[in-house]
Each structure stands twice: as C-alpha cells, then as structure tokens.
Nanobody, 122 residues
Framework: QVQLAESGGGLVQAGGSLRLSCVVS????????MGWFRQAPGKEREFVGI????????ALADSVRGRFAISRDNVVNTVTLQMNSLKPEDTAVYYC???????????????WGQGTQVTVSS
C-alpha cells in the first residue's frame, strides 16, 4: 500500500520561508508523477506544483511561480516544496499526491497524504 507523509508546515511571518517534504513509502517513487495541492478554509483544493517521475517536466501555479520550487529525489522517495517570500494568502493545508498522469487536476491523483498546515501571518 502506498503511503504519503508530509512534514515541514508551521507558522511563519509574511516574507518568510518554509520547506515541505513528502516521503512516499510502499512503492518506489519513480513510478509516479508527484503534485502539491493546497486547500484554504472555505475554498476548493487548488494546484500548487507538479513534477514528472524523472524530473524532466515540472510546473507551478501562476500564484506561486517565482516564489516556490518543486523537486524530487527518487533515491530517498522524497518530494520537496520550497516556499519563499510567503504571503498570508498562501495559508492553507498543503497536500502531496501521487498519480500516473502528468496533470494539474487533483482528480487524477490516486494517493494522498494527510496534509500539513501552513499559516502565514501578516
């Protein structure tokens, strides 16, 4: 069974940085496209970033491009979301997800972590 576990969330002031990690167990990471999504209270889940199984393709949402970076290390089964210049509107629960398709649609992902809270104070 595939399991995903996020870590690295917390409370940070606007302009600060956080580094989220997602460790995958139960199957080798290189079988999956990995995505990061977030959901703020009262809002729908939204795409943040995606990286293909071999890291040859990657993309970030317009709202975070230039501030966030996504990477993966298939040797240690870990995907990372580096978040810089954080804004209060980045406050949300952040989820990592694994799927077979390279897609920014959350519905195409099969496996999900429990999420980690990111709170950015103004």
């Amino acid at each position: 069974q595939v399991q995903l576990a996020e870590s690295g969330g917390g409370l940070v002031q606007a302009g600060g940085s956080l580094r989220l990690s997602c460790v995958v167990s139960g199957r080798t990471l290189n079988r999956f496209t990995m995505g990061w999504f977030r959901q703020a209270p009262g809002k729908e889940r939204e795409f943040v970033g995606i990286v293909s199984w071999n890291s040859e393709m990657a993309a970030l949402a317009d709202s975070v491009r230039g501030r966030f970076a996504i990477s993966r290390d298939n040797v240690v089964n870990t995907v990372t979301l580096q978040m810089n210049s954080l804004k209060p509107e980045d406050t949300a629960v952040y989820y990592c997800a694994a799927g077979a398709q390279y897609s920014d649609s959350w519905s195409t992902y099969t496996y999900w972590g429990q999420g980690t809270q990111v709170t950015v104070s103004s």
